[in-house]
């Protein structure tokens, strides 16, 4: 145990410094969705992309770092479409024998979640959307951040009232941790037996504070109910929110009708970075290597799979 939790604290992230990423093939889209191609990535020390570099293109003279990608593919970091962190993390510990018949201690949640932290980033994801946070949950990305461990950009949407108030009051908290965790949204559950003055009352308490809405339909008739009550709720708030619909692969609406009421439908299956961005209110920040953009990017090997994971900047994994 002591040897994980040293290993733990080597990972701390070291000083941003302006650097560049040099011999790169480099892809990622612009703000119009358009294909950009380079070899160079210019990182200011906020972390942010400063500029794209082509062949012949000259960078400045001063540097604190200068990389050589080897001829690697650079890419924008994966962002996760949507699922509940914790109980994920939670499922692949290993409990030592002693603690099995004792409820889950705050250093099992934490080791858990660096656990997933390290299997997200090894699959290329640099930021992921977290469902359903409970105030245990954010106490355990909040633990992480002070301790310099929290390596995943994590967007995160309350898991009722009490947490999203107690957490981030009246309104979305700021960006954490030199943008690693943020509390903006809220989880609204929607099954059967059907409440209707209770989801739509949750979407509007939600909506009223600025927080983003996601509906987590499940069971029969839930989609269709979910989509009912953002309908009946977005006529008095427009249709600009980015109403946030969970759904399984095969059960989304129609586009039409969910474009009528300014509704995402989003699956399980990973998007475009730029859309993914887009549906979590978080496209100024991440979702392409545009100046100005988090420098956010995984480096592929021959194969196409991930080499190095960065995040803000800061090399965040290796593969071995």
Same mark, same amino acid.
């Given at each position: 145990m002591k040897r994980l939790l040293l290993a733990l604290a080597l990972l701390t992230t070291p000083a941003l410094a302006d650097g560049l990423i040099d011999n790169a093939a480099g892809q990622t889209l612009d703000a119009k969705g358009k294909p950009v191609t380079f070899t160079g990535l210019l990182i200011g020390s906020d972390g942010r992309v400063t500029r794209l570099l082509d062949k012949g293109d000259k960078p400045p003279k001063k540097l604190? +770092?200068? &990389?050589?990608?080897?001829?690697?593919?650079?890419?924008?970091? #994966?962002?996760?479409?949507?699922?509940? &962190?914790?109980?994920?993390?939670?499922?692949?510990? $290993? !409990?030592?024998?002693?603690?099995? =018949?004792?409820?889950?201690?705050? +250093?099992? #949640?934490?080791?858990?979640?660096?656990?997933?932290?390290?299997?997200?980033?090894?699959?290329?994801?640099?930021?992921?959307?977290? *469902?359903?946070t409970s105030i245990i949950d954010w106490e355990v990305y909040r633990r992480a951040g002070d301790a310099g461990r929290l390596r995943v950009r994590i967007l995160s949407y309350a898991a009722g009232l009490d947490t999203m108030t107690t957490v981030a009051g009246n309104q979305p908290t700021l960006w954490l941790y030199d943008g690693r965790l943020r509390m903006a949204g809220l989880a609204v559950p929607d099954s059967p037996p059907f409440e209707d003055a209770r989801t739509r009352n949750l979407i509007s308490r939600g909506t009223m504070?600025?927080?983003?809405?996601? &509906?987590? %339909?499940? @069971?029969? @008739?839930?989609t269709e109910h979910a989509l009912a009550a953002i309908e009946?709720? $977005? =006529?008095? +708030? @427009?249709?600009?929110? !980015?109403?946030?619909?969970?759904?399984?692969?095969?059960?989304? %609406?129609?586009? $039409? #009708?969910?474009? !009528? =009421?300014?509704? *995402?439908?989003?699956?399980?299956?990973?998007?475009?970075? !730029?859309?993914?961005?887009?549906?979590? +209110?978080?496209e100024t920040r991440v979702g392409t290597l545009t100046p100005g953009m988090a420098a956010d990017f995984v480096m592929l090997d021959a194969k196409g799979q991930p080499a190095e994971v960065w995040i803000g900047g800061v090399r965040a994994w290796v593969a071995k």
């Open positions: 604190d +770092y200068r &990389l050589d990608a080897k001829g690697r593919a650079l890419i924008p970091g #994966r962002i996760a479409p949507g699922q509940r &962190l914790m109980q994920a993390a939670i499922a692949t510990l $290993a !409990r030592e024998p002693q603690m099995q =018949s004792h409820p889950l201690q705050p +250093y099992e #949640r934490d080791l858990a979640f660096a656990g997933l932290q390290k299997h997200l980033l090894s699959e290329g994801f640099t930021t992921v959307v977290d *469902l359903d504070d600025g927080f983003q809405v996601v &509906l987590l %339909p499940d @069971g029969a @008739g839930a009946e709720v $977005a =006529s008095s +708030y @427009g249709t600009d929110r !980015r109403w946030r619909l969970q759904v399984g692969a095969t059960t989304a %609406p129609d586009p $039409a #009708r969910l474009a !009528r =009421s300014g509704t *995402l439908a989003i699956s399980d299956t990973p998007q475009d970075p !730029r859309d993914a961005a887009y549906a979590a +209110y978080a």
